[in-house]
């Protein structure tokens, strides 16, 4: 057994420990007798949100590769924005998902090394849609368990705007100065068999060369109107969550909401387990617990979450199979 393989079971085994003390820790009859009282009208209010930020997510996928002078049919990106999402459950790592679009982009004969440029820039935007909804925490008070200091509104707008051009100046600045394209050829380097790299290297060059042209071509403000996109995306997951919350009796302010789901996403980056499973949910009963909520509701809210986050996904899996098996006939929507 390899050492990849043995982090990953220990990563597994983690997760597992984490469930088992969560669920020692709360009463069933209560967890029942929570759930009992749920408003379903919140909560398939907050499943329709899912589907909205789905659908943006979809479009920041497309904005990408529209980019790179590539596109893929509305109904592949739709189906695949969910497959995707579904990977990172089922795959025992936490990019199950850039596994599964690499598969697209392969069978859309999109080559390697903009397949690769690609998945990174989504990732980008994706983690840095993040960063303006740091904004709402400035509208309500912040929680208890938050740092005195923290309670300056004026801060969470310096932090958002701050991370948001720090973030995309690095980018811009790596990308023009060539840095990026230096950096990604001496990985590819290290990774090629000693005595095989000079010709892939050169070749590499060239391609990362090229993509760097057509990501500046298109201009500041063009890639600016993507992490809008993806804000958006970020703000229907984000009052999903808010609504769940709401609707098994957890009166949180949106603040406190936003603060949770800020903490609870940032675990999907940090490979401490995959996709963050049960670290997300630990740390949402620490949270809520921390707030005032009972054990149960906490858990209640953790379980219901992860619950609706993989059965959204769902119906997307009988037209996965049948893209998989080339079953399904082309996507009539592709321009």
Known sequence: MNRSRVSIALRVLFAVVVFVTLFSMADPARVMQVLGNCDMKQVLSGIGLIYVAFLFRAIRWRGVLNRLDYTLGWVTLVIWTFGAHLLNFLLPTSIGGDIGRWIVHRRADIPRTETGVTLLLDRLLGSTGLYPLVLLIAFSPLPVVVMEQLRNPIL????????T????????????????QGRLSKLYERLLPEGESGGSIKELDDRLSEVSKKIHACGL??????????TTAQL?????????????????SLSSATLLFLLASATNLIPITPNGLGVREGLNVWFLNAL????????LFSLLSLVIRVGTCLPAVPFLHLRLRNRMPSDEFAE
Do not use: N, Q
């Open 221 to 230: 403000r063009s890639w600016l109107g993507l992490l809008a996109v993806s």
């Open 165 to 180: 051009a720090t973030t995309f100046a690095v980018f811009w600045r790596l990308i023009g100065s060539g840095a990026l």
């Open 156 to 163: 969470p707008v310096v932090i958002a705007i701050g991370l």
């Open 236 to 252: 229907f997951f984000l009052l999903s969550e808010w609504y769940l919350a709401r609707a098994i009796g957890l009166d949180l």
């Open 292 to 299: 005032g909520y009972t054990v149960e509701a906490a858990l």
